[in-house]
């Protein structure tokens, strides 16, 4: 035990300073925020912009394997007979007639990594019959030069997962990350996320063997990193996690998680089972917004829908599931989210409700401000925060700031102990008010802040009506 001049000591030892250098840094979660008053973390659900339809007009439906960005974004279709669909915009893809070879669930992957051209993009896909064969089946890895022709390597992974793999290139570990289906069988809520690190995906995948091998992989088989809790209600678990890192700015991992809420006879005896008598797995699924720094430790800042479930009479009604992939076009980030426009496992949710939909499930986009899944914000009566001391790099510090046109911001720096630092006080800062990707904060017309580089500051803000996505120093 310490003795009590050295407890002493170290409760009274200043905290250490963040190096945040010039990196854009995100309000996902409380890291940046030491102390508060009146500012609440908010998750920011995108803009629906309906459902996307091909260059003849007709609608796309189906499971959306990936979505890849580049000069054009790249859209692979289906579960099984996969088809490829390109866009300029992110909003008006065509159909290049090329397709997938076989298999189920296949998640597409552009590897940042590689060194080898040919193997720039990497697939993944599910094989199996009935009955499911250990020795044989499971998940099968291919690679290709263009995402288009592919050639198979082997089996990675020898079970069922039911469950897209979802595989990125961590660079923060410089190893493969995969997310894919955790079961746990001891629960009536089986459905987990598992997560493995390899040095090679197109090698075998490591897990935990244990002496009785189940078809569909086990919590005994691959770590848990996310589930639904004790907060979520009773009868729900996680159906697919679309998790990847954000690759416009560093340390943030996000998630997009399908929750799906399972009925009962007993509790929804007014659903019309699809075969009369038959009761399968129906209920409800919604995409929520998880965060992490590290890819392992997952929160949810809010546990409201990120993605909302579509009125009775529309095509994504009662369920989402968003796909894996990112497009950014300008200051907007574009995801896209797939419904059958029916309970899980196709049921209707009441009789009344069976024919009112125009359209019945398809593939839809949703628009994200860059940055903006999750903010700090203040309501109209005001608030403040204080980061932890950080020490940047760099002459200016920018924010992704809306305040709209009623509400205002002002910065202040101050020394690592909280006092304001002379020239760049709340009374010397030129009020921020408007909405803004990339605003300079400046205090009397100044905005070099260069003299403070290399020392811990804190930064203090006062908001009202406003709401903070991320702040950077920048060099310029």
């Known amino acids: 035990m310490l003795p009590s001049v050295l407890l002493l000591a170290a409760l009274a030892a200043p905290p250490v300073a963040i190096d945040v250098g010039d990196r854009k840094q995100l309000f996902i979660d409380d890291a940046l925020i030491a102390r508060r008053d009146r500012v609440e973390l908010r998750v920011n659900p995108p803009q629906k912009l309906g459902p996307l339809k091909d260059d003849s007009g007709k609608p796309l439906r189906g499971h959306v394997a990936r979505v890849i960005d580049g000069e054009k974004a790249r859209l692979y279709l ?5 088809q490829v669909l390109e866009s300029t915009d992110g909003l008006a893809f065509r159909r290049t007639g090329a397709k997938l ?9 552009l590897d940042p990594h590689e ?24 998940v099968f890895a291919s690679y290709s030069p263009d995402g288009l022709k592919f050639t198979k390597v082997g089996r990675v992974l020898p079970f069922f997962t039911d469950n897209p793999t979802v595989v990125h ?18 629960s009536e809520n089986q459905r987990r996320i598992g997560r493995i690190e390899t040095d090679d995906p197109l090698k075998p995948w490591p897990y935990t063997k244990t002496e009785k091998h189940r078809i569909f992989p086990s919590v005994e088989n691959l770590p848990v990193v996310y589930s639904a809790d004790k907060e979520d209600d009773p009868h729900s678990d ?4 679309a998790a990847e890192p954000y690759p416009w700015a560093g340390g943030v991992y996000l998630m997009f998680p399908s929750h799906f809420r399972h009925f009962s006879p007993q509790r929804h005896p007014f659903v019309r089972p699809r075969v009369k008598g038959q009761w399968e797995d129906y209920g409800m699924l919604e995409v929520q917004l998880a965060v992490s720094r590290d890819g392992v430790k997952w929160s949810r800042p809010e546990r409201t829908a990120y993605i909302p479930t579509g009125l009775a009479d529309e095509w994504d009604r009662w369920y989402t599931v968003a796909a894996p992939g990112l497009v950014r076009r300008g200051n907007y980030v574009y995801q896209y989210y797939y419904s059958s426009g029916r309970l899980h496992d196709s049921a209707v949710l009441r ?10 499930g398809g593939v839809g986009v949703v628009r994200q401000r860059l940055d903006g899944f999750v903010s700090a914000d203040a309501d109209h009566k005001g608030g403040w925060f204080t980061t932890p001391p950080l020490v940047f790099q760099g002459n200016k510090l920018r924010l992704n700031i809306d305040t709209g046109a009623a509400g205002n911001a002002l910065v202040e720096l101050q020394d690592a102990d909280g006092k304001p630092i002379p020239g760049f006080t709340l009374a010397d800062c030129e009020e921020i008010g408007g909405n803004f990707i990339d605003q300079c904060v400046y205090w009397k ?8 580089a290399g020392r811990p500051v804190r930064i203090h803000v006062t908001m009202k009506r406003a ?6 120093f920048t060099k310029e």
């Open 169 to 186: 290139w961590d660079e923060r570990i410089r190893k493969y990350v995969i997310y894919t289906r955790a079961f746990d069988y001891t």
């Open 115 to 138: 060194t080898d051209p040919a193997k720039r993009y990497k697939l993944f896909h599910l094989e199996f019959a009935e009955p499911f064969d250990p020795a044989k089946h499971g």
């Open 445 to 452: 017309g100044k905005a070099d802040v260069s003299a403070l």
């Open 101 to 109: 070879p076989g298999g189920h669930f296949p998640t597409i992957f």
């Open 467 to 472: 709401k903070l996505f991320g702040l950077q």
């Open 238 to 241: 996680v159906y697919y996690n």
């Open 351 to 360: 009789p009344e409700y069976e024919k009112i939909a125009g359209q019945e």
């Open 78 to 82: 289906g579960h099984e007979d996969v």
